[in-house]
Protein backbone atom coordinates (compact mmCIF):
# COMPACT_ATOMS: atom_id res chain seq x y z
CA UNK A 1 0.00 0.00 0.00
CA UNK A 2 0.89 3.54 -0.70
CA UNK A 3 1.53 5.71 1.81
CA UNK A 4 -1.51 7.83 0.67
CA UNK A 5 -3.77 4.90 0.91
CA UNK A 6 -2.53 4.34 4.61
CA UNK A 7 -3.28 8.04 5.39
CA UNK A 8 -6.91 7.80 3.69
CA UNK A 9 -7.29 5.02 6.09
CA UNK A 10 -5.90 6.32 9.88
CA UNK A 11 -8.47 9.19 8.86
CA UNK A 12 -11.27 7.47 8.07
CA UNK A 13 -10.71 4.83 11.04
CA UNK A 14 -10.49 7.94 13.21
CA UNK A 15 -14.03 9.30 12.06
CA UNK A 16 -15.73 6.25 12.71
CA UNK A 17 -14.22 6.46 16.14
CA UNK A 18 -15.06 9.86 16.54
CA UNK A 19 -18.51 9.05 15.51
CA UNK A 20 -18.30 5.90 18.06
CA UNK A 21 -17.48 8.47 20.87
CA UNK A 22 -19.96 10.71 20.09
CA UNK A 23 -23.13 8.26 20.10
CA UNK A 24 -22.04 6.74 23.25
CA UNK A 25 -21.95 10.42 24.73
CA UNK A 26 -25.18 11.23 23.71
CA UNK A 27 -26.43 7.45 24.75
CA UNK A 28 -25.41 7.90 28.40
CA UNK A 29 -26.68 11.44 28.34
CA UNK A 30 -29.81 10.43 27.13
CA UNK A 31 -30.29 7.57 29.55
CA UNK A 32 -28.40 9.85 32.29
CA UNK A 33 -31.57 12.44 31.52
CA UNK A 34 -34.12 9.60 31.23
CA UNK A 35 -32.57 8.57 34.63
CA UNK A 36 -32.77 11.87 36.65
CA UNK A 37 -35.93 13.27 35.25
CA UNK A 38 -37.99 9.85 34.96
CA UNK A 39 -41.49 10.94 33.28
CA UNK A 40 -40.95 14.69 32.88
CA UNK A 41 -38.39 13.57 30.46
CA UNK A 42 -40.71 11.53 28.62
CA UNK A 43 -43.21 14.26 28.74
CA UNK A 44 -40.72 17.18 27.24
CA UNK A 45 -39.86 14.56 24.38
CA UNK A 46 -43.20 14.21 23.40
CA UNK A 47 -43.53 18.06 23.97
CA UNK A 48 -41.12 19.52 21.84
CA UNK A 49 -38.98 16.92 20.42
CA UNK A 50 -36.19 15.03 21.77
CA UNK A 51 -33.03 17.09 20.67
CA UNK A 52 -34.65 20.34 22.24
CA UNK A 53 -35.70 18.71 24.70
CA UNK A 54 -32.81 16.97 26.11
CA UNK A 55 -30.99 20.47 25.75
CA UNK A 56 -33.32 22.27 27.87
CA UNK A 57 -33.55 19.35 30.62
CA UNK A 58 -29.37 19.67 30.69
CA UNK A 59 -29.83 22.95 31.06
CA UNK A 60 -31.99 22.97 34.02
CA UNK A 61 -29.85 20.55 35.28
CA UNK A 62 -27.12 22.02 35.01
CA UNK A 63 -28.86 25.26 36.70
CA UNK A 64 -30.04 23.33 39.73
CA UNK A 65 -26.66 22.25 40.37
CA UNK A 66 -26.31 25.85 40.87
CA UNK A 67 -29.19 26.22 43.60
CA UNK A 68 -28.90 25.51 47.24
CA UNK A 69 -31.87 22.91 47.94
CA UNK A 70 -32.44 22.56 51.60
CA UNK A 71 -34.34 20.14 54.02
CA UNK A 72 -36.96 22.11 55.93
CA UNK A 73 -36.53 22.55 59.72
CA UNK A 74 -38.63 20.00 61.83
CA UNK A 75 -40.57 23.19 63.25
CA UNK A 76 -40.85 24.46 59.69
CA UNK A 77 -42.40 21.25 58.32
CA UNK A 78 -44.99 21.07 61.16
CA UNK A 79 -45.86 24.68 60.15
CA UNK A 80 -46.70 23.77 56.82
CA UNK A 81 -48.60 20.82 58.24
CA UNK A 82 -50.64 22.97 60.00
CA UNK A 83 -51.71 25.23 57.04
CA UNK A 84 -52.50 22.31 54.98
CA UNK A 85 -54.59 21.22 57.96
CA UNK A 86 -56.74 24.60 58.05
CA UNK A 87 -56.48 24.79 54.05
CA UNK A 88 -58.00 21.47 54.01
CA UNK A 89 -60.64 21.81 56.64
CA UNK A 90 -61.95 24.86 54.35
CA UNK A 91 -62.64 22.81 51.49
CA UNK A 92 -66.37 22.43 52.37
CA UNK A 93 -67.14 25.64 52.82
CA UNK A 94 -64.79 27.46 49.96
CA UNK A 95 -63.19 24.91 48.03
CA UNK A 96 -62.09 27.18 45.51
CA UNK A 97 -60.20 29.33 48.22
CA UNK A 98 -58.88 26.05 50.25
CA UNK A 99 -57.22 25.03 46.97
CA UNK A 100 -55.76 28.31 46.16
CA UNK A 101 -54.44 28.16 49.96
CA UNK A 102 -52.91 24.54 48.98
CA UNK A 103 -51.07 25.88 45.97
CA UNK A 104 -49.35 28.65 47.95
CA UNK A 105 -48.31 26.87 51.01
CA UNK A 106 -46.65 23.82 48.15
CA UNK A 107 -44.92 27.34 46.41
CA UNK A 108 -43.53 28.44 49.66
CA UNK A 109 -42.32 25.17 50.49
CA UNK A 110 -40.46 25.24 47.43
CA UNK A 111 -39.14 28.74 47.79
CA UNK A 112 -38.20 27.62 51.57
CA UNK A 113 -36.38 24.95 50.10
CA UNK A 114 -34.47 26.69 47.33
CA UNK A 115 -36.14 25.80 44.70
CA UNK A 116 -36.28 29.26 42.17
CA UNK A 117 -40.18 30.48 42.05
CA UNK A 118 -40.16 33.32 39.45
CA UNK A 119 -40.16 32.62 35.75
CA UNK A 120 -42.74 30.35 33.97
CA UNK A 121 -44.97 27.49 35.69
CA UNK A 122 -42.67 24.75 32.81
CA UNK A 123 -39.71 26.48 34.58
CA UNK A 124 -40.65 25.71 37.99
CA UNK A 125 -41.80 22.40 37.43
CA UNK A 126 -38.91 20.99 35.54
CA UNK A 127 -36.57 22.24 38.79
CA UNK A 128 -38.87 20.29 40.50
CA UNK A 129 -38.80 17.16 38.63
CA UNK A 130 -34.77 17.54 38.95
CA UNK A 131 -35.63 16.12 42.54
CA UNK A 132 -38.92 14.88 42.33
CA UNK A 133 -40.00 12.81 39.36
CA UNK A 134 -42.39 11.06 39.86
CA UNK A 135 -44.55 13.63 41.62
CA UNK A 136 -43.92 17.17 39.06
CA UNK A 137 -47.19 15.82 37.09
CA UNK A 138 -49.04 15.87 40.36
CA UNK A 139 -48.36 19.69 40.67
CA UNK A 140 -48.99 20.57 36.86
CA UNK A 141 -52.18 18.51 36.89
CA UNK A 142 -53.12 20.16 40.07
CA UNK A 143 -52.28 23.59 38.91
CA UNK A 144 -54.14 22.81 35.73
CA UNK A 145 -57.03 21.79 37.23
CA UNK A 146 -57.39 24.91 39.06
CA UNK A 147 -57.27 26.74 36.14
CA UNK A 148 -60.45 24.48 35.19
CA UNK A 149 -63.27 25.56 37.54
CA UNK A 150 -65.53 26.10 35.59
CA UNK A 151 -69.15 24.45 34.82
CA UNK A 152 -70.45 21.07 36.18
CA UNK A 153 -67.29 19.91 37.08
CA UNK A 154 -65.76 22.74 39.09
CA UNK A 155 -65.71 20.87 42.30
CA UNK A 156 -64.68 17.47 41.39
CA UNK A 157 -61.81 19.42 39.35
CA UNK A 158 -60.89 21.54 42.69
CA UNK A 159 -61.07 18.12 44.54
CA UNK A 160 -58.59 16.37 42.33
CA UNK A 161 -56.30 19.65 42.80
CA UNK A 162 -56.27 19.21 46.08
CA UNK A 163 -55.49 15.80 46.08
CA UNK A 164 -52.45 16.56 44.08
CA UNK A 165 -50.83 19.16 45.54
CA UNK A 166 -51.50 16.96 49.19
CA UNK A 167 -49.52 14.62 46.89
CA UNK A 168 -46.68 17.24 46.30
CA UNK A 169 -46.53 18.73 49.39
CA UNK A 170 -45.85 15.09 50.85
CA UNK A 171 -42.82 14.70 48.81
CA UNK A 172 -41.77 18.30 49.32
CA UNK A 173 -41.83 17.48 53.20
CA UNK A 174 -40.96 13.78 53.75
CA UNK A 175 -39.30 12.58 50.49
CA UNK A 176 -36.09 12.44 50.00
CA UNK A 177 -34.49 13.89 46.53
CA UNK A 178 -33.93 12.23 44.06
CA UNK A 179 -29.86 11.40 44.08
CA UNK A 180 -27.31 13.14 41.43
CA UNK A 181 -26.56 10.86 39.03
Do not use: C
Amino acid sequence: METWEWIVLAAAAGVALLLLVALVWIRRRRSHLEDRFGPEYHRAVSATGRGDAERRLATVERRHEELEIRSLAPAARDRYLEEWRQAESRFVSDPRDAVRAAERIVERVLEERGYPVEGDAEDRAAYVAVDHPDVVERYRHGQAMLQHVDGDESTENLRKAMIDFRTVLEDLLHGRPAAAA
